[in-house]
């Protein structure tokens, strides 16, 4: 497996009025992010709103994806599901489309504290599946919060590339990069969601990031990344100050109301896609 790194946004998912999946946006899309320096792409999941789309329009938004970036960087594709079985045939009807990763957060709706669920689950995927794996911590979506002594297991797991953590616990994320400071031999890349905390994340040896309202900012979250790189303290500083302004100015005051519809205004406005978003999600703003 090559090492997930670098700025990879969670695209959304243009639509069209009934919700079906605007194929040709979809490729303008992913044309943008691209050019922008995405080192890889990330499909259906919580800003590709992969939870709420029907199962033929996520596969129809794969097959797309899966032709439109012609292994020009990594594509990652959402497969979360609310059982074992469900994301195992959700697994396997997707990754049949040719996408590079597949991504799983755990279960969700029900709770799952007991950490023999979730590594039952993830060893589940494993054998069940023929892609690579990216964990998608995100409690806050899914109901199940994983402790670090469970993240270090799932680290482990042969099979799993990545962990994407969204879990807001920014001292879980620093105690997994202690204990593998050492990028080059980690058993899986180490990917901050977590949009505040983008550049402390980088610089304290995270591989990279993955972002959803950042998809309309990729050249500055890619100059980030780089000067991250690059050990520039006081520049990522600046960087990641002036990234959370613009991301501070798009969504507005009230991001918890219509925040989907107001990244996709974003991305309409400049060409991309129509600012349609799956119902019940609000669309008050222009």
Known sequence: MATL???????PTPLRPKEDVDLEALGRLIDFVIQGGAAGIFILGNMGEGAA??????????KEAVKRVRG????LAG???VSTRRTVESGKAIQAL???????TTP???QFPHPDSIMGFFETLGRELSRPLVFYHAPGATGNKVGTEVLDRLMNLPFLAAIKDSSGDFKQVMELLRR??????????????????????????????????GTVFVPELVALYKACRAGQEERAFELQRDFRKKMDDMLGPELMVDWMHVIKAKLRDKGLCASTV?????????
């Not at 789309?53 to 794969?62: E, F, G, N, T, Y």
């Not at 799956?278 to 222009?286: D, E, I, K, Q, V």
């Open 108 to 110: 969700y709706y029900y």
């Open 180 to 213: 593998y400071p050492d990028r080059a031999r980690r058993p899986a890349s180490i990917l901050q969601g977590d949009e505040f905390v983008y550049d402390v994340s980088l610089l304290m040896g995270a591989d990279g990031v993955i972002t959803g309202g």
């Open 72 to 75: 020009r960087v990594p594509l």
């Open 278 to 286: 799956t119902h019940p999600f609000l669309s008050r703003r222009g």
């Open 79 to 81: 497969i979360s599901e």
């Open 5 to 11: 790194e670098g700025v990879i946004p969670a695209i």
């Open 98 to 104: 040719g996408p590079d990763y597949l991504v799983s």
């Open 53 to 62: 789309l029907v199962d033929s329009q996520k596969r129809a938004a794969v």
